[in-house]
């Protein structure tokens, strides 16, 4: 495993601290720390003209508990320097010319990681386990912000799950074509987050 995984587990304990925040957290900053469990995931799929494709992120081997600093804010709840370095080299599609296509799209000799940052969550709100965050996304060297809905639940651990709908185009981004330009990769791509952490 790639020297990345401090980093994974860093954001991805950030994006699920949100649901602590909901029993009593008052203060303007807040720090805490969460472990990730080691079957969490970060996919990323998308489809062709005669296909689909599922790249999968490598987190089974956690490290120590992620130390979080938050700021409490009346609207948003703030997050400095929450972000996750992917290095591109880590997903695995299944077979390895399907890796060397992903790498390819990706512009991995230019642009070897992908670079998602936390900016804010919104306050969580009653009887739904819906909450609202902002994330910027950096491919090849562009940056986009998005919106999103995560699900969250809290039983034994902190579950938060949901998907990101991004458009390769956003990004300048445009997929090898293969068989003489026959197969095409379709212009959008999900993120899917399934994260799972305790509070240590």
Same mark, same amino acid.
């Given at each position: ?19 602590? !925040?909901?029993?009593?957290?008052? @203060? #303007? ?6 472990? %990730?469990?080691?079957?969490? &995931?970060?996919? =990323? ?70 670079? !998602?940052?936390?900016?804010?969550? @919104? #306050? ?6 819906? %909450?609202?965050?902002?994330? &910027?996304?950096? =491919? ?61």
């Amino acid at each position: 495993m790639l020297t990345t995984i401090p980093h994974i587990t860093r954001l991805i304990g950030v994006i699920g601290i949100f649901m602590l !925040m909901s029993y009593g957290v008052s @203060d #303007p900053e807040r720090r805490t720390k969460v472990r %990730v469990a080691g079957d969490s &995931e970060v996919v =990323i799929s998308g489809t062709t003209n005669v296909n689909q494709f599922t790249c999968k992120y490598n987190l089974e081997e956690m490290e120590l508990p992620i130390r979080l600093v938050y700021d409490d804010k009346k609207e948003h709840i703030l997050f400095n320097n929450a972000s996750l370095q992917l290095a591109n080299d880590c997903f695995d599609c299944g077979g390895r010319a399907i890796n060397k296509d992903f790498k390819e799209l990706l512009r991995t000799e230019a642009y070897p990681q992908v670079e !998602m940052k936390l900016l804010y969550v @919104d #306050p969580p709100q009653e009887e739904t386990s819906q %909450v609202g965050v902002g994330m &910027e996304i950096k =491919i090849a060297g562009v940056a986009r912000r998005y919106n999103a809905v995560l699900n969250c639940s809290v039983d034994n651990k902190i579950t938060v799950n949901g998907d990101l709908e991004l458009k390769l185009s956003d990004f300048n981004l445009e997929a090898p074509k293969k068989m003489l330009g026959m197969i095409k990769v379709d212009d959008e791509i999900v993120v899917r987050l399934a994260i799972k952490m305790n509070e240590v």
